[in-house]
């Protein structure tokens, strides 16, 4: 975790594509902390809006919030797939 973390993330093409290709998969994405920055290039900088898209769980890195965010996480694993998420071609990359 952390910015230096995140940083490193985002420098990296695979790191990138790895969350890319998870969000055109359907694939349940959980991002805390920094790590909303890797929502970005997917046109979802926006943390309340992230938060809007199905199967993708956001939240600050604090303590208290992380039961919330495990359960939600654990709800978006069990439905496997998010089909009902915009295209990647209609959201501002």
């Not at 359907?26 to 943390?47: H, N």
């Not at 199967?55 to 998010?82: C, K, M, W, Y």
């Amino acid at each position: 975790g952390g910015a230096a973390s995140v940083d490193a993330l985002m420098a990296c093409g695979e790191a990138l594509r790895f969350v890319r290709e998870a969000y055109r998969h359907g694939k349940p994405i959980c991002v805390i902390g920094e790590g909303l920055r890797l929502l970005a290039p997917l046109g979802l900088a926006d943390p309340a809006e992230a938060a809007k898209v199905p199967g993708i769980v956001t939240g600050a890195n604090d303590p208290p919030s992380r039961p919330r965010l495990a359960q939600e996480f654990v709800a978006a694993l069990a439905r496997h797939r998010h089909w009902g998420r915009p295209h990647l071609d209609t959201l501002a990359v």
